[in-house]
């Protein structure tokens, strides 16, 4: 038989742990977590059985075992009837223990939900709150309560999408609502760049014929025109990008280009609201001076 000099890996259930020194190893196996079953290497590629060791299987520091002890293995579940669990803590495997133990365990705080535990015909450790008898004892995992929100996630998804297309039929509606707005949209702005041109071209004829006959008045007409050249062409531009916003949002479906649309249309909101009260400002100021000059006539 062999005897071990250096620190040697354990291989658990799948698991690679270590390496441990000698008399680490001799205490594992005076614990139970330890067995002559279990793969031994001493430098990580070459495995041999723990039973090849016998040193690490000493009863009392200086006899070896009986030799029917290396059926213990298969005899050490049975010492404890339903002892077929094993629990981690940290990278040390501990058991095995029974479903009672465990659940002490839990119940006392030494175990929480994130523990890995294994036994017997399970292809590889799990989380505790996997096993129904013990996750209801740690109460419900944050995993499980996010994912009760998971429903309403599409929602959200489909507008950060950069390229996907959606069978939601609010997504369609709405792209449907702007396509049909979008056409009118388009229209206006083209009238209000030709509407544009043309109190540009006013403003220079009266300009010029007001310089011509000395007229103030046609000359204050030529610049209110101006004035109105400057606000329709201003909004002109912010319905220009409202259009071209919302033509990014059809095609790429993110979220943040609609939002953006939305502002440029609400700044030709407020520019329209601004012109309206000056309008109606100076309407009133001059229906005052005209009810006054009548009066005093």
């Known amino acids: 038989m062999s005897e071990p000099t250096q620190s040697l890996y354990v291989k658990m259930r799948g698991r690679v742990l270590g390496p441990f020194d000698p008399n680490r190893l001799q205490q594992m196996a005076k614990m139970g977590q330890l067995s002559r079953t279990h793969m031994l290497s001493e430098d990580g590629d070459n495995w041999r059985r723990a039973g090849e060791y016998q040193e690490l299987f000493l009863s009392d520091g200086s006899q070896p075992e009986p030799a029917v002890e290396q059926a213990a293995p298969t005899t050490e579940s049975s010492e404890r009837p339903g002892a077929t669990w094993h629990y981690s803590l940290g990278d040390q495997p501990i058991g095995p223990v029974t479903l009672t133990d465990l659940r002490s365990l839990v119940t006392s705080g030494q175990l929480g939900p994130n523990e890995l535990i294994w036994k017997e015909g399970m292809e590889d450790w799990v989380t505790l709150t996997s096993i129904p008898e013990l996750g209801v004892l740690t109460g419900p995992p944050a995993e499980p309560v996010l994912t009760t929100h998971q429903p309403a996630a599409p929602t959200g998804t489909v507008f950060s999408n950069t390229g996907g297309q959606n069978d939601s039929p609010d997504l369609k509606e709405l792209?449907?609502?702007?396509?049909?707005?979008?056409?009118?949209v388009f229209f206006l702005v083209i009238v209000f760049y030709v509407m544009t041109a043309l109190l540009f071209t006013g403003f220079i004829v009266s300009l010029i014929l007001g310089a011509r006959t000395e007229n103030p008045v046609q000359i204050g007409y030529g610049i209110g025109l101006l004035i109105q050249m400057g606000v329709l062409?201003?909004?002109?531009?912010?319905?220009?990008?409202?259009v071209s916003n919302c033509?990014?949002?059809?095609?790429?479906?993110?979220?943040?280009?609609?939002?953006?649309?939305h502002r440029w249309?609400?700044?030709?909101?407020?520019?329209?609201?601004?012109?309206m009260i000056i309008y109606l400002v100076a309407f009133f100021t001059l229906f005052i001076i005209a009810l006054s000059t009548g009066a005093m006539l």
Not at 233 to 242: I, P
């Open 265 to 275: 249309l609400s700044r030709v909101w407020v520019l329209l609201g601004v012109v």
């Open 233 to 242: 062409f201003t909004a002109t531009l912010f319905l220009n990008r409202y």
């Open 175 to 184: 792209h449907s609502t702007i396509r049909g707005s979008q056409g009118w």
């Open 247 to 261: 033509r990014l949002f059809i095609d790429k479906e993110n979220l943040k280009y609609l939002i953006e649309a």
